[in-house]
């Protein structure tokens, strides 16, 4: 029994050290990273930041800044990185790859890649989606039924009851694309737009400027449908506000991804960075993406709360009805989209 005692003593000392072992494998390690700013970067340093160095022992220096800030900072650090792991748009991913900024990344070096699904590997696996957020319909439920196709906005009977995204937002230019798709064009075929939008006009009840002011139209019946990003609508919706979501529409809905990328040059040991997108694929903190910010997850496995599940893609199903828009080829026609749309939604 004594032997039994010592044999038994020793391996829980083996276990305690490989414990130990495992918390503080990154000790003495620090990498640079740069993720958006206000309630995003406080929702990702609770959940990827602050468990990583907890579990690791490896310090995160965290920089703040939006896409295109993100883009301007790896640009101008070409010639001498600072920076190791950057998080933003997979515009940003884009961009960056063909300015030859970032590293393409070793998916096996991250074992839970093998469950992000493949519409969120950025840029033929220069990034990798962390978080997707979506472009689709909201509508007030005690008004109007769920549209079930985005032809349903030029009804008759929504005329002056639909809230139009501004062209200067993404919503709008990705809203372009779809009333093209709707009369036979496409992102390359952008003129089948213009007479869509034109017979659009008389249904607009104003252009979304203010979020505030958007979901007081559609709670009180003013408006009662919205092109927008849902997660703008949080705040309200869990205040009692009477607006819903669908992404049950015929021709599908858009989706953005939040990527993580590697800055090609970074000084930081890789095992760290690698470990530290790692962190940011999990179930767990791609759940608390979800529940702080309604960012719907991109790893097939992550559990979502139902109380939160109905205002995100988070399905396999939902994952394979996003429409993927050439984002680099959007961007390049921006300004064109832009000067169009003034010309045919004020004349």
């Given at each position: 029994?004594?032997?039994?005692?010592?044999?038994?003593?020793?391996?829980?000392?083996?276990?305690?050290?490989?414990?130990?072992?495992?918390?503080?494998?990154?000790d003495?390690?620090?990498?640079?990273?740069?993720?958006?700013?206000?309630?995003?970067?406080?929702?990702?340093?609770?959940?990827?930041?602050?468990p990583?160095?907890?579990?690791?022992?490896?310090?995160?220096?965290?920089?703040?800044?939006?896409t295109?800030?993100?883009?301007?900072?790896?640009?101008a650090?070409?010639?001498?990185?600072?920076?190791?792991?950057?998080?933003?748009?997979?515009?940003?991913?884009?961009?960056?790859?063909?300015e030859?900024?970032?590293?393409?990344?070793?998916?096996?070096?991250?074992?839970?890649?093998?469950?992000?699904?493949?519409?969120?590997?950025?840029?033929?696996?220069?990034g990798?989606?962390?978080?997707?957020?979506?472009?689709?319909?909201?509508?007030?439920?005690?008004?109007?039924?769920?549209?079930?196709?985005?032809?349903?906005?030029?009804?008759p009977?929504?005329?002056?009851?639909?809230l139009?995204?501004k062209?200067?937002?993404?919503?709008?230019?990705?809203?372009?694309?779809?009333?093209a798709?709707?009369?036979?064009?496409?992102?390359?075929?952008?003129?089948?737009?213009?007479?869509?939008?034109?017979?659009?006009?008389p249904?607009?009840?104003?252009?979304?400027?203010?979020?505030?002011?958007?979901?007081?139209?559609?709670?009180?019946?003013?408006?009662?449908?919205?092109?927008?990003?849902?997660?703008?609508?949080k705040?309200?919706?869990?205040?009692?506000?009477?607006?819903?979501?669908?992404?049950?529409?015929?021709?599908?809905?858009?989706?953005?991804?939040?990527?993580?990328?590697?800055?090609?040059?970074?000084?930081?040991?890789?095992?760290?960075?690698?470990?530290?997108?790692?962190?940011?694929?999990?179930?767990s903190?791609?759940?608390?993406?979800?529940?702080?910010?309604w960012?719907?997850?991109?790893?097939?496995?992550?559990?979502?709360?139902?109380?939160?599940?109905?205002?995100?893609v988070?399905?396999?199903?939902?994952?394979?009805?996003?429409?993927?828009?050439?984002?680099?080829?959007?961007?390049?026609?921006?300004?064109?989209?832009?000067?169009?749309?003034?010309?045919?939604?004020?004349?």
């Open positions: 029994m004594k032997g039994v005692r010592l044999l038994t003593a020793a391996f829980g000392a083996i276990l305690l050290a490989a414990g130990a072992a495992q918390a503080g494998k990154f003495g390690q620090t990498i640079r990273v740069q993720f958006w700013g206000g309630s995003d970067g406080l929702v990702l340093r609770k959940y990827v930041v602050e990583f160095e907890r579990e690791t022992g490896a310090k995160i220096v965290v920089e703040e800044g939006n295109s800030g993100s883009i301007a900072k790896v640009r650090q070409m010639a001498d990185p600072q920076l190791d792991v950057i998080f933003l748009d997979d515009i940003g991913v884009l961009t960056l790859k063909s030859g900024a970032l590293e393409r990344l070793d998916l096996a070096r991250m074992p839970n890649a093998a469950d992000i699904h493949p519409n969120y590997r950025v840029g033929d696996g220069y990798i989606g962390i978080f997707n957020y979506i472009t689709t319909i909201l509508y007030n439920p005690d008004k109007v039924k769920a549209p079930t196709s985005w032809a349903d906005l030029w009804k009977e929504l005329k002056g009851k639909v139009s995204p062209i200067t937002d993404t919503q709008g230019l990705l809203f372009t694309v779809m009333a798709q709707l009369n036979g064009g496409n992102l390359d075929n952008l003129d089948a737009a213009w007479d869509k939008l034109t017979a659009f006009r249904n607009i009840y104003s252009f979304i400027e203010n979020r505030a002011l958007a979901a007081e139209a559609l709670n009180n019946g003013d408006a009662v449908v919205a092109v927008d990003i849902p997660y703008y609508f705040p309200y919706i869990e205040r009692g506000y009477k607006i819903a979501m669908t992404t049950d529409l015929k021709e599908g809905f858009f989706s953005i991804t939040g990527s993580a990328a590697l800055v090609k040059g970074g000084k930081g040991n890789k095992d760290v960075a690698y470990a530290f997108i790692n962190q940011a694929l999990t179930p903190a791609q759940a608390g993406l979800a529940v702080d910010l960012y719907g997850p991109t790893n097939a496995k992550t559990q979502v709360p139902d109380n939160v599940a109905k205002f995100m988070h399905t396999v199903k939902q994952f394979e009805n996003a429409i993927q828009v050439d984002r680099l080829k959007l961007l390049d026609k921006r300004q064109s989209i832009i000067d169009k749309w003034n010309q045919t939604m004020t004349r």
